[in-house]
Structure formats: C-alpha cells, structure tokens
C-alpha cells in the first residue's frame, strides 16, 4: 500500500492535463506542438486495434508483448488477447468478468485484474495481477495452465526464461516461478525499500543466467536466474536532498544491454554504463528519469524528468544532441525504429525523430489518451499503446 501515493508525479501530471489545471496545481503546462509543423518522414498505420479499458486509472504502464509475429495485450478490467502483428486481426481474446475462464465463481472474477502487459516466449504467456497473482496461460488461445500467489501487486511485464518465469512485485520481491507448473523455486527480497517512491517497476532484464533491476532504492542489481542469489548491486542514484519529494531515487525505466555493457538509469541520479559480468561502472551522466531507455549503433537514448529527449555517447556518455521542443509533453521512453526515435505523449500524439540529430520528421495520433508505456519495436514496425487500451502498429513508408 506503500506506494499508491506516487500516480503523483507521473500518472497525475496526465490526470491534470486532462483537468487543463496546470497554473492551479503548480505544474508546468507541456509545450504546445507546432500547428505549422510540416512531416519530412512518411509514417504508414497498419492497423489500430483495442483491449478492454487498457490501464484506466491504475497508474500503470500497460505495454503490449509481441512474441513470433503475434502481438499479446491485456487490461486492468480482466481482458486479454492475441493479435496477428501484420494485420491487427483478433486470433484469440478472453474475459475472465463475462465468462469466468479460470472456472472460479463470480466472487472470484476480480481477481484478474491484470497489470504491467504480458511476457511470452514459445508456448508460455504469462501475466501478472494487481492483486498479487500470476498466471500462466497458452499461447495458443489464453487457456490457464497455473496459477502463483504472490506478496503484492505485479505492474511490471513478467519474463519467460526458459524453464522459469520471473516476476516483480510492488514491494520489491522478485520471484523465480517453475514454467511448467507455477510452483515458486525462489524469492529474492529486497533488504530496503523506501517508504516513498514513484509508482512504477522497470521491465526486469534476464541474460546469460543472471537478472538484472534497478530498484527503488535507487541500484542497479544482478541476481542468479537459478536461484535467485545476489550477485552484485551498483549505485544508480544516492537519493541525496532535503525533502523526501526530493531524495526518491526511483530506477523505474527498463535497462538495456548491449553486448556486455548495461546501461541504467534513475530519477535524481545517473545515467550510468556498467560491465555486466562484473558489475563494474564504466562512467557516470547525470540524468533524472523515470522511463525506459534504448540503445543502438553508438547512442544510448533517454527521456528526462521534464520530457526532453536525449542522445548519449554509449562509450563515454557524452551528449549528442537534446530535443526540447516536446518538454512537459510527458513523454514515454524512446524507442528506436530504424534511423528514428520514438516517443508517444501525454494526449495521443507519437513522434518521431531522427536519431542523428533529435530532429522531429513525423507525428501521427493513435487517440487522445495519453501513452505512458515506451513503444514496443519490432523489425521494421512500432506498436503503441494508450492507457485505455488502444494499440496502434505503425511502419515507416518505403519510396
């Protein structure tokens, strides 16, 4: 119950623009978009399809999982559903409210209120709820295989690694949980947590047998896939300043690999580059965040507090250039499409960017909700989601 408080400084700030009370909460008002604003790039929408109230008022950053040319999505109302990723055409779709799929009566239905999107891999979805269950179901058409209880609520997209599925609860608690049968094999328990944080976990990272998440005391931490013993832990943001708004050192966005190197980042902290094998820094940036980043070729991407886009150097951590033109927009975390940025913002709008210069060359609009969760790239396509559970695929044109 904790950290139901911290919609505040990301959830609330979309809940306000909606209100249109900026001047009155003491908010900085986002910046207008260019009405004159002439595309150089042509963006192709696929298709635009919808699940259920998607994250409604949860806070939470609903992404959807695209696993083997099918895009699998769910929402905080119990619904969830497969799409063909080519051509948004519904393969399969459940309701655990209308029809009870999990065999249970009607006082049981809310129990599936899933939260934080899918994780799949072969023939393994899994999803977890915001009342503290995980579940395992096939890929094939959403049929429940098992089901975990766990210590609190799941906001964060479960990984299937191989044989284990490993998932993150809101109290800090990573879970090892057997793939075959959903009985838990570990627990990894955080030693701290703070009273105050922002509402939101990062997507964990598994590789080369050891998960990796930043935490919200601020560390970057590394935990054997097998059993779940900590391997090594790394200070991401010291969470120093004289109020409690200002010590949250929250590392919420998702953490990215390329090759060894792991980059992480924190709100009132650091962008930082760390060995992977080792858990040795490599350099340090400061940079306040509390979304996802991307890395490709020689740049790593970020979105800072105040929604300006970033590109570092990923060998030193220098800046390349800084996009100010969507500040206050609430941008989600970048993803990289090709030779482009992608960002969705706090009422629909999706931008692209070139990633040579941060320059915008194209903006479409999925709805006029907000987009909090960073899009999802795959090949050559972009699959955006909207907190009311509108998702979006979007291909840029070929001459």
């Not at 399969?92 to 409210?97: D, G, N």
């Not at 998702?254 to 009132?268: P, S």
């Not at 969760?373 to 989601?385: I, K, R, S």
Request: proline share 3%; with cysteine.
């Amino acid at each position: 119950m904790k950290r139901f408080w911290a919609i505040a400084l990301t959830s609330s700030l979309v809940v306000l623009a909606g209100c249109h009370s900026f001047k009155k909460e003491n908010v900085e008002p986002p910046t207008p978009l260019d009405k004159k604003f002439e595309p150089t790039l042509k963006v192709q929408r696929l298709w635009k399809s919808g699940i259920g109230d998607g994250a409604a008022e949860s806070g939470v950053r609903m992404r959807p999982a695209v696993v083997d040319n099918v895009v699998y999505a769910a929402s905080t109302d119990g619904k969830i559903a497969a799409f063909d990723a080519a051509t948004g055409k519904t393969l399969w779709s459940k309701s655990t409210r209308q029809h009870g799929w999990f065999g249970w009566g009607d006082a049981k239905r809310e129990d599936a209120r899933f939260s934080g999107g899918p994780g799949a891999a072969g023939d393994l979805l899994a999803i977890g709820t915001l009342d503290g269950h995980l579940y395992g179901m096939s890929t094939k058409d959403g049929a429940r295989r098992w089901s975990a209880e766990l210590s609190s609520e799941v906001i964060a997209a479960p990984v299937v690694a191989g044989d284990i599925v490993v998932v993150r609860c809101n109290d800090g608690r990573v879970y090892g949980i057997d793939a075959a049968n959903g009985e838990r094999r570990w627990v990894y328990d955080q030693s701290q947590v703070p009273l105050l944080s922002l509402r939101g976990n990062g997507r964990l990272l598994v590789a080369n047998g050891v998960v990796f998440l930043g935490s919200d005391a601020g560390k970057l931490v590394a935990i054997r896939l097998d059993n779940g013993e900590k391997l090594w832990e790394q200070t991401l943001s010291s969470g120093e300043g004289r109020t409690e708004i200002d010590r949250l050192n929250d590392a919420d966005g998702a953490l990215v690999l390329d090759g060894t190197t792991i980059y992480g980042a924190a709100y009132h902290g650091n962008l930082t580059a760390i060995d992977g094998p080792s858990g040795r820094p490599l350099w340090n940036h400061g940079f306040s965040t509390f979304t996802s980043l991307d890395v490709k070729d020689n740049a790593v991407y970020g979105v800072d507090d105040q929604s300006q886009v970033f590109a570092f150097d990923k060998s030193s951590g220098a800046n390349i250039w800084k996009q100010a033109d969507l500040k206050y927009r609430w941008l989600t975390g970048p993803a990289v499409q090709g030779n482009y940025v992608v960002v969705g913002d706090l009422d629909g709008h999706i931008h692209w960017m070139a990633a040579a210069d941060g320059k915008i060359v194209a903006r479409e609009r999925l709805s006029k909700k907000a987009i909090r969760a960073q899009p999802v790239v795959v090949g050559d396509t972009v699959f955006v989601e909207d907190v009311e559970g509108h998702i979006g695929a979007y291909r840029i044109a070929t001459n």
